[in-house]
């Protein structure tokens, strides 16, 4: 019996490529992952905004609360309370005696639908309080940071320390639950997703050891040497409204929080840096791709079924990332979910974005054929949701959950972080124990697309695979107006077609986020998202399929689009942060 080498799916320290970092020299022996800890899935940003809220609330006099994030809008309620904003619970915090810091990405101008004013004004309210926390705009040109986490340290009881890592921001539209009605504080996106956007996102909690390899990342960011901003207008702006840009001393790190009693679950974690001018970081002068070498190892050992929900999936790279496996292991199915449609609307924003996506799935589906399965999400009143989760899961041994998108910008331009969970108990050849993280994690996100529970979701991943294929068919053939359905099974939640005919209903236009178009106006999309939503909400004579999943094929873009869209795609949206001979920002 061959037992789990957690080698040969996770990182040693000289495999991250940055002799820099410090993230790996509490272990001292070159382990670049860290055994003895409990990882939970917070599925939705309501549950983790509700359970981070009960944490914050608790905490004394020397605990510690640190915070980096993309976005974090002072006025985002954490629960339904009133006075459970994000500023107020951190400001009283502070007042408690809590040692709170946050790093927020400065971003762009405010005009170009960024939150620098917003950033400001959260770091003004703690700084008055007596926290800190600083906008960072130590990123390349077009780059930002990306990151998402949360390091709570308790100063008299470390057993309760705990991390979380993810992809939900501390910001408005991110508060959704598993109906998908969208944030009481919604977003502006696209009008294809309605007033409220319905939001698909995942954060997990770490407790243990790893917690100290989160904090490690934040240490690295907050004490390096580097000024916040070297850009002569920011610093004027800063000037002007005399903004903090000195980090005060955090004070010595504690040591790594116990193994947990319970805890089996292996923890690396994995970043990207870029390479920055004119100085770039102290603890990754070089830059750091760990996220994308670890997502490179671990894909090498899939064998049987790889999950992935993203928000992006784009580049060629990408696409050679899973062709290579698929092509390495015929026995290999892959099931992606991704948005249905992008984020913002007009044809400068959509088309790139469509492009990337058709370099990536054009590569896949070359490789795997029908192995391959990807999808959208709609809510029951036929609105698409908004994936917005960076999740991967392996043949229920290898997860990574982080803030850490599948394209180029994120290995390689944006700050990322990501946790990497294996589970090595058991033989190698057998599958994972029913209660590993990246099993459960699996049955979690899939029972709810299929809309059934968990303990219907097929164990075998081809089954799985096949469930999905059958879930996203029934639900198109409906929405379509087809000849057939599928009835619901009580073990996986869908069966096959009937056998009779079933009368024809009256079609509704297939959007062309199904058929694969890229209209040269977003008006004829609009509209046929618009009356395939009205559609679901009248009556019928048949009653809906269970589940959310929608098949998605892949963008077809005209000859005029692909003589502009390639450029913005690769200035713009997905830039590569690889260094060039001579290069500087």
């Known amino acids: 019996m061959a037992l789990v080498d957690v080698r040969e799916w996770l990182l040693v320290s000289e495999e991250r490529e940055n002799p820099h970092t410090a993230i790996d020299a509490v272990r001292g022996d070159g382990t670049a992952w860290s055994t003895g800890n409990s990882v939970r899935a917070l599925v939705h940003g309501r549950d983790y905004f509700g359970e981070l809220y009960e944490r914050i609330c608790t905490l004394g006099p020397g605990d510690r609360f640190y915070f980096a994030d993309w976005q974090g809008d002072p006025d985002q309620q954490l629960t339904d309370d009133p006075r459970a904003t994000l500023n107020n619970t951190l400001i009283d915090a502070v007042r408690r005696g809590v040692d709170v810091r946050g790093l927020l990405w400065r971003s762009h101008w405010h005009r170009l639908g960024y939150s620098a004013h917003r950033h400001r004004q959260l770091g003004d309210e703690i700084g008055e309080a007596g926290g800190q926390c600083l906008r960072d705009m130590r990123v390349r040109t077009r780059g930002a940071h990306h990151q998402k986490f949360v390091v709570i340290r308790h100063a008299a009881d470390p057993e309760r320390d705990i991390a979380y890592v993810g992809g939900i921001d501390l910001c408005n539209g991110r508060r959704d639950d598993a109906k998908h009605q969208g944030d009481r504080q919604p977003v502006e996106m696209a009008r294809a997703y309605g007033p409220t956007p319905a939001w698909h996102d995942v954060q997990v909690a770490i407790q243990g050891p790893a917690v100290h390899d989160v904090e490690t990342t934040f240490r690295e960011r907050w004490e390096d040497s580097t000024p916040l901003t070297l850009n002569p207008g920011r610093l004027l702006s800063s000037f002007v409204h005399r903004e903090d840009l000195s980090p005060e001393p955090l004070g010595d790190q504690a040591p790594p929080p116990p193994a947990r009693p319970d805890g089996h679950e292996v923890v690396q974690i994995v970043r990207t840096f870029p390479v920055i001018y004119p100085k770039s970081y102290d603890f990754a002068p070089e830059g750091?791709?760990?996220?994308?070498l670890g997502n490179t190892k671990a894909i090498a050992q899939a064998d049987r079924l790889v999950y992935v929900e993203d928000q992006?999936?784009?580049s060629e790279e990408v696409g050679d990332h899973f062709a290579g496996a698929l092509r390495d292991k015929p026995d290999l199915r892959l099931v992606i979910v991704l948005p249905v449609v992008p984020d913002r609307d007009g044809a400068a924003v959509e088309v790139p974005q469509l492009y990337g996506r058709s370099l990536a799935m054009r590569k896949i589906l070359e490789a795997g054929g029908d192995r391959v399965a990807v999808f959208g999400l709609t809510n029951e009143a036929g609105m698409p949701v908004?994936?917005?989760?960076?999740?991967?899961?392996?043949?229920?041994?290898?997860?990574?959950?982080?803030?850490?998108?599948?394209?180029?910008?994120?290995?390689?331009?944006d700050s990322e972080i990501a946790c990497a969970v294996v589970d090595d108990r058991g033989d190698a050849d057998s599958p994972a124990p029913e209660d590993s993280f990246p099993r459960v994690l699996l049955r979690t996100l899939v029972a709810e697309h299929l809309g059934c529970s968990p303990d219907e979701v097929p164990e075998d991943p081809h089954e799985l695979f096949d469930t999905m294929v059958a879930s996203a068919d029934a639900l198109d053939e409906w929405y379509a107006g087809g000849v057939r359905v599928r009835v619901r099974d009580r073990r996986t939640g869908v069966r096959g077609r009937l056998s009779g005919r079933i009368p024809r209903r009256r079609p509704v236009p297939v959007p062309q986020w199904l058929s694969g178009h890229v209209p040269g106006h977003a008006y004829r999309r609009r509209r046929a998202l618009d009356r395939a939503a009205a559609y679901a909400a009248a009556p019928h004579e048949h009653q809906r399929p269970p589940g959310r999943l929608r098949r998605l094929a892949t963008p077809e873009l005209t000859a005029?689009?692909?003589?502009?869209?390639?450029r913005l795609y690769d200035l713009l949206f997905d830039p590569d942060g690889r260094p060039r001979p001579g290069e500087g920002n």
Do not use: F
């Open 386 to 413: 908004y994936v917005h989760s960076k999740t991967c899961i392996i043949d229920h041994r290898w997860a990574s959950v982080g803030s850490d998108n599948l394209n180029r910008r994120s290995w390689t331009s």
């Open 560 to 566: 005029t689009q692909l003589i502009w869209a390639p």
């Open 288 to 292: 750091e791709r760990s996220v994308m």
């Open 312 to 314: 992006y999936l784009w």
